[in-house]
């Protein structure tokens, strides 16, 4: 094998170092580091301009999970209510729900998309449901209007996992214009981050003045009024965010084009296929995904790793044997889930702007290579 440089799965974007000495600087200069600066305002107004519809509000929060919790908090739900959820996820998905005093219940997800099955959700919802918590997975969008349906007809809150679809549109409007709520992550594995940070979108007329309170201890005027936490996002924090702002477009702009030359590179391999996407929706930012029957993606996924290429292959199940809820079982609507058989089959390959067309084309003729041998076996 030649020596070459490690190609990760992911790189964080960094900042001018110049540009974001003087954010630094305007929030040492007032003394206020924390507690909604100005700096946290402006992230604020900014990410809103293009991740909020008419009517909705943008409040920015300590991390990805904590979007998650707040978000569901938000719903005013029972104690100890069950929320559906998909098993194909990160665990932060699943854990928000638990941290919530909230009991996870799984539903079986769609074969294409990999997203949550409305119709599993259907069969999931009990006298003790209070909320659906779907998952973007990978980016793709659920199917929103068909678990909005559900919501709707059984009085349920709806807050999507959007961690994966930053920047994701979906018929023209911003992914978090669904839903009475989602949560966005902004930590440094994502397309813009802050270090650690997120964000929870409200939905229109939800009250965002309730959000703004329970991520500060559920304070108003200085007095507790209901349920909070420290929740909150540093000046600091808010400084990364900015400095990265305006490099974001061409950061964006890497990843369309790295996931133009993968999928030409990649093309009529018919062992290889990508996740399906949403009818009217955008490509997403976050990875790129392919799906392979399980034997082969160990086999790509040890080679790619041999040559000094760090895939990932996501994502384990978050129910079943070895798990947290060993014996919670998937809720489907088919002979049997579709969750265990399809999770195994996806491997993301490295997916941000410093895979050069060079590490590009590497990468996609080991995949042909191993696809190849496998035929040929």
């Given at each position: 094998m030649l020596e070459t440089d490690v190609v990760t799965i992911g790189v964080p974007m960094l900042p001018d170092p110049a540009r974001l000495s003087a954010l630094m600087a305007e929030a040492t200069s007032t003394g206020w580091l924390a507690n909604g600066g100005a700096l946290h305002s402006r992230l604020e107004r900014a990410l809103a301009s293009d991740n909020c519809g008419p009517g909705q509000s943008l409040a920015l929060v300590s991390s990805g999970t904590m979007a998650l919790m707040l978000a569901l908090r938000l719903g005013n739900l029972p104690e100890g209510s069950e929320i559906i959820t998909s098993p194909l996820s990160f665990a932060a998905t699943v854990q928000a729900i638990a941290w919530c005093g909230f009991r996870p219940v799984f539903a079986d997800v769609e074969p294409d998309t990999l997203t949550l099955c409305p119709r599993a959700v259907e069969a999931a919802v009990t006298r003790r449901t209070a909320a659906i918590l779907p998952v973007h997975f990978l980016g793709v969008p659920c199917d929103v209007a068909g678990l909005?349906?559900?919501?709707r007809q059984h009085g349920l809150w709806l807050v999507h996992d959007a961690v994966h679809a930053?920047?994701?549109?979906?018929?023209?409007?911003?992914?978090?214009?669904?839903?009475?709520?989602?949560a966005f992550s902004l930590h440094a594995t994502k397309v813009l981050h802050t270090g650690e940070g997120g964000f929870v979108v409200t939905g229109e007329g939800k009250a965002p003045e309730r959000l703004r309170r329970l991520r500060n201890f559920g304070l108003e005027a200085g007095r507790m009024t209901g349920p909070g936490i420290n929740g909150k996002l540093s000046e600091m924090q808010a400084a990364m965010g900015l400095a990265l702002l305006p490099d974001l477009?061409?950061?964006?702009?890497?990843?369309?084009?790295?996931?133009?030359?993968?999928?030409?590179?990649?093309?009529?391999?018919?062992?290889?296929?990508?996740?399906?996407?949403?009818?009217?929706?955008?490509?997403?930012?976050?990875?790129?995904?392919?799906?392979?029957?399980?034997?082969?993606?160990?086999?790509?996924?040890?080679?790619?790793?041999?040559?000094?290429?760090?895939?990932?292959?996501h994502f384990p199940l978050l129910c079943g044997p070895g798990t947290v809820w060993p014996d919670a079982p998937i809720v489907t609507t088919t002979p049997a889930p579709v969750a265990p058989l399809?999770?195994?089959?996806?491997?993301?390959?490295?997916?941000?702007?410093?895979?050069?067309?060079?590490?590009?084309?590497?990468?996609?003729?080991?995949?042909?290579?191993?696809?190849?041998e496998e035929e040929r076996a």
């Open positions: 909005a349906q559900v919501a930053f920047g994701v549109t979906l018929h023209g409007r911003p992914i978090a214009a669904f839903g009475d709520a989602s477009p061409a950061e964006i702009a890497a990843r369309h084009a790295l996931r133009a030359r993968y999928d030409a590179a990649l093309a009529g391999l018919p062992a290889i296929r990508v996740p399906e996407g949403r009818a009217g929706a955008s490509p997403a930012l976050t990875t790129y995904a392919l799906r392979m029957d399980a034997g082969l993606r160990a086999r790509l996924h040890w080679t790619l790793a041999e040559d000094r290429v760090l895939a990932r292959d399809v999770g195994p089959e996806v491997l993301c390959l490295p997916f941000h702007g410093r895979v050069s067309d060079k590490d590009a084309d590497r990468i996609a003729a080991i995949v042909r290579r191993v696809v190849d």
